[in-house]
Protein backbone atom coordinates (compact mmCIF):
# COMPACT_ATOMS: atom_id res chain seq x y z
CA UNK A 1 0.00 0.00 0.00
CA UNK A 2 3.23 2.23 0.41
CA UNK A 3 3.48 2.20 -3.21
CA UNK A 4 -0.35 4.83 -3.57
CA UNK A 5 1.72 6.89 -1.29
CA UNK A 6 4.89 7.05 -3.12
CA UNK A 7 2.81 7.05 -7.00
CA UNK A 8 1.18 10.28 -5.30
CA UNK A 9 3.76 12.13 -4.43
CA UNK A 10 5.24 11.54 -8.11
CA UNK A 11 1.82 12.84 -10.08
CA UNK A 12 2.84 16.47 -10.53
CA UNK A 13 5.68 15.65 -11.57
CA UNK A 14 4.26 12.70 -14.21
CA UNK A 15 2.01 15.51 -15.20
CA UNK A 16 4.47 17.83 -16.04
CA UNK A 17 6.45 14.79 -17.75
CA UNK A 18 3.24 14.01 -19.45
CA UNK A 19 2.67 16.76 -21.20
CA UNK A 20 6.61 17.58 -22.21
CA UNK A 21 6.51 14.41 -23.80
CA UNK A 22 3.41 14.76 -25.96
CA UNK A 23 4.80 18.32 -26.66
CA UNK A 24 7.98 17.26 -27.65
CA UNK A 25 6.56 14.13 -29.53
CA UNK A 26 3.20 15.37 -31.26
CA UNK A 27 2.90 12.45 -33.70
CA UNK A 28 -0.23 10.62 -33.43
CA UNK A 29 0.64 6.69 -32.82
CA UNK A 30 3.99 7.59 -31.14
CA UNK A 31 1.96 6.42 -27.67
CA UNK A 32 5.03 4.04 -26.54
CA UNK A 33 7.98 6.23 -27.80
CA UNK A 34 6.18 9.35 -25.23
CA UNK A 35 5.64 6.42 -22.30
CA UNK A 36 9.21 5.55 -22.57
CA UNK A 37 10.14 8.94 -22.56
CA UNK A 38 7.99 9.78 -19.54
CA UNK A 39 9.24 6.87 -17.82
CA UNK A 40 12.59 7.24 -18.23
CA UNK A 41 12.02 10.75 -16.71
CA UNK A 42 10.46 9.34 -13.96
CA UNK A 43 12.77 6.42 -12.98
CA UNK A 44 16.02 9.23 -13.39
CA UNK A 45 14.21 11.23 -11.01
CA UNK A 46 12.94 8.98 -8.43
CA UNK A 47 14.66 5.85 -9.44
CA UNK A 48 11.70 3.87 -9.88
CA UNK A 49 8.74 2.84 -12.14
CA UNK A 50 7.03 0.95 -10.22
CA UNK A 51 2.99 0.97 -10.52
CA UNK A 52 3.89 4.53 -12.79
CA UNK A 53 2.76 3.36 -16.03
CA UNK A 54 -0.81 2.77 -14.94
CA UNK A 55 -0.99 6.08 -13.34
CA UNK A 56 0.72 7.63 -16.84
CA UNK A 57 -1.76 6.00 -18.84
CA UNK A 58 -5.11 7.52 -16.89
CA UNK A 59 -3.25 11.06 -16.96
CA UNK A 60 -2.86 10.37 -20.49
CA UNK A 61 -6.52 9.24 -20.95
CA UNK A 62 -7.99 12.27 -18.75
CA UNK A 63 -5.99 14.46 -20.67
CA UNK A 64 -7.74 13.20 -24.10
CA UNK A 65 -10.97 13.13 -22.88
CA UNK A 66 -11.02 16.72 -21.34
CA UNK A 67 -9.41 17.75 -24.39
CA UNK A 68 -6.24 18.91 -23.37
CA UNK A 69 -4.73 16.67 -26.06
CA UNK A 70 -6.16 17.38 -28.97
CA UNK A 71 -6.49 14.54 -31.46
CA UNK A 72 -5.19 15.20 -35.16
CA UNK A 73 -7.55 14.90 -38.05
CA UNK A 74 -6.03 12.07 -38.99
CA UNK A 75 -6.51 10.19 -35.47
CA UNK A 76 -10.25 11.03 -36.27
CA UNK A 77 -10.13 9.48 -39.86
CA UNK A 78 -8.85 6.68 -38.86
CA UNK A 79 -10.91 5.98 -36.05
CA UNK A 80 -8.32 5.40 -33.35
Known sequence: MMWVWRVAKMLPFIIRAVRAAE??????KAGKEKLD???????KVYGTVENVAPVVNATVRIFNATGVFKRSKEDDQTGS
Open 23 to 28: KEIPLP
Open 37 to 43: RVLDSVE
